[in-house]
Structure formats: C-alpha cells, structure tokens
C-alpha cells in the first residue's frame, strides 16, 4: 500500500514569491493534515482538511493556505514568501482525523532565499 | 516554560544499551500520549501512543505516564544502530490534530 507522497521534495523560492505544495494521502484516507517543522519551533500544526472542507487551522498568518480535492488530494499553498518560511513542510494523512491513526509523508523541504 | 520540554541531547549510546528518552509537560488535561521516531530526511513515524496513565509494551518499546509528575518516558531495550533518529513526544487532550504539541525532540544515536 503506498504511502503519503509530497511532492516536490525540495524546492528553492526568492523572497517574495508564492510556492505551492502537494501531498497525496494514502488510499481511501478523508483526513490531510498539513505541519511546518523548523529547528526553533519544532513541530506547528498549520491546517487539516476533511472531505474538501478546512476543519481545523493553526496559528499561522493568512498568506498560509490550502485547500483539498475530491480525490483527498491536498495542496498548501504560501503567498509573499519570507525567510522566516524557510522549513521542512510535512502532511499526514489519517481515515478520520484522529492524530493517533495519522501518517506522514517526507516532507517538502522550502527554502526561501 | 513550553508546554512540553524534553530532553534536548543529543544522546549517544553504545549498541545493546537501555536509552531513556523523557518530556515533562504543564497542561494536565493531556490524555493523549504519543512518541513519534523521525529519520534524518523522512518525517514522522508513529511509535506508540497511550491514552492516560500506565505503561505499554511494544516489542523493545516500553511507554511509560505519569500524570501525577507530569512526565513520560520512553525506553527502548538492547537499542540498535537502526533506532539512531529523533524521537519526539506529543500529546493532546483529544484526538484532533489541532490539539497536538509536540516536544523538540531528542536526537539519539546508537553506535555500533
């Protein structure tokens, strides 16, 4: 059974700039939870979308976003990047939405220059 | 004083050795507790998770929570050059992901 993919796996952006980021869930799981990790802040919970719809968000500013498909797909995106943003973006993927069922993909890691 | 604290390491341990890996935490209406293993490059991998207090058992993984000190601990027996990776604890006081802190995490290296 395949895992949780991201995609890409390393990306390089201007400050400024927008990225988008992809994650595609593990078969047949309605939950996609979206993580930034960085060496000061550890692990932040951005946002979970459930059956295309944003269930839960973080504590982070609007130029976070995301959004989900039909097929449970999800992307994440970021408007007007800053350095700040530079970090290893994680999503995970659950049946239901219950943080003890979640796995994880690799992670995009963003660095913003 | 962070939610949750953890041990800050790195640790390196010789191969066969017990490897205790801690967090304390403040918020004690944490029911949920959990232990995560990342290799370098990857993410997260879900250890093992306890619900309240007690310990659990899973294979060279032993769980344990004391909400009275408000501390867990994970021990891993006769650890392998295969368990050298960062474990972070989280916990939450429900089963959603916006309820979830994690700890920083510990870096452990087990040489062979």
């Known amino acids: 059974k395949a895992g949780v993919t991201q995609t890409p796996r390393y990306l390089i952006k201007t400050r400024g700039q927008q990225v988008t980021l992809s994650c595609s869930p593990i078969?047949?799981?309605?939950?996609v939870s979206w993580y930034q990790q960085t060496p000061g802040q550890g692990l932040q919970f951005l946002f979970e979308?459930?059956?295309?719809?944003?269930?839960n968000k973080g504590n982070f500013p609007g130029r976070f976003s995301g959004r989900q498909f039909s097929n449970s797909r999800s992307e994440m995106n970021v408007s007007t990047l800053e350095l700040g943003d530079s970090a290893l973006y994680l999503c995970?993927?659950?049946?239901?939405?219950?943080?003890?069922?979640?796995?994880f993909g690799q992670g995009t890691r963003l660095t913003v220059v | 004083q962070k939610e949750v604290e953890q041990d800050p390491g790195p640790l390196s341990v010789p191969e066969g050795a017990i490897v205790s890996l801690n967090c304390t935490y403040s918020n004690s209406a944490f029911q949920y507790f959990m232990w995560y293993r990342q290799y370098s490059r990857k993410g997260p991998e879900l250890l093992m998770y306890?619900?309240?207090?007690g310990n659990k058992e899973d294979g060279r993984f032993t769980a344990q929570v004391d909400k009275s000190s408000k501390y867990i601990s994970l021990f891993i027996r006769d650890s392998q050059p295969s368990d050298s990776a960062t474990y972070l604890c989280?916990?939450?006081?429900?089963?959603?992901?916006?309820?979830?802190?994690f700890g920083p995490g510990t870096s452990l290296s087990v040489i062979p």
């Open positions: 078969s047949g799981h309605r939950s």
């Open positions: 306890t619900y309240s207090s």
């Open positions: 989280a916990m939450s006081e429900q089963t959603s992901y916006d309820k979830v802190i």
């Open positions: 995970a993927s659950s049946l239901s939405g219950v943080n003890t069922e979640a796995f």
């Open positions: 979308y459930f059956s295309e719809t944003q269930r």
